[in-house]
């Protein structure tokens, strides 16, 4: 029997650490993206400050879908079927900042303490952030397109290909 230690501040590859550096805020996207489907949660862009001098991103933070607030409806007051509401002020955050010298981003806010129920393994692929089609996949949509199919009649030939929905 072989004894394992514990220790207490290993994180998987996956988990953002505070001054963790991406080379671009496409790497930190694809990253975060990354960590929202290991941890079964969905995943928003919130703001980007823009440089006036050069325009380049100097700071930016990327949230859990939760976070925030959805503003009052404008709508009629009497509406029969109001949206469920889907905000749950979660905390979630991570917030990535231009280092000038060495041209890379470096995380310097990090929480990741949800304050609702997360999606489980099985459908953390159904979230918004986590659906992706291959480049097979999109070449037929193309063709499809390309063709004068119908995106419904191409979406039942691409189901029959599969074997069902």
């Not at 159904?126 to 995106?151: K, M, T, Y």
């Amino acid at each position: 029997m072989h004894f394992i230690p514990h220790r207490e501040n290993v994180n998987p590859i996956w988990v953002p650490q505070i001054g963790q550096k991406f080379r671009n805020l496409d790497d930190a996207w694809t990253f975060w993206v990354d960590y929202g489907g290991h941890a079964c949660f969905e995943v928003r862009k919130r703001y980007a400050n823009e440089s006036k001098y050069d325009g380049k991103i100097t700071s930016c933070r990327f949230v859990c879908a939760k976070e925030g607030y959805r503003a009052r409806d404008q709508r009629d007051h009497n509406t029969k079927n109001p949206r469920a509401e889907t905000r749950t002020y979660c905390p979630v955050r991570i917030g990535l900042t231009l280092d000038r010298v060495e041209g890379t981003y470096e995380v310097l806010d990090l929480v990741l303490a949800h304050n609702h129920v997360l999606h489980l393994p099985q459908t953390f692929h159904l979230l918004l952030s986590q659906r992706r089609i291959s480049e097979v996949q999109a070449f037929e949509i193309e063709a499809a397109d390309d063709s004068g199919i119908r995106p419904k009649a191409a979406h039942e030939l691409a189901c029959r290909m599969v074997g069902g929905q």
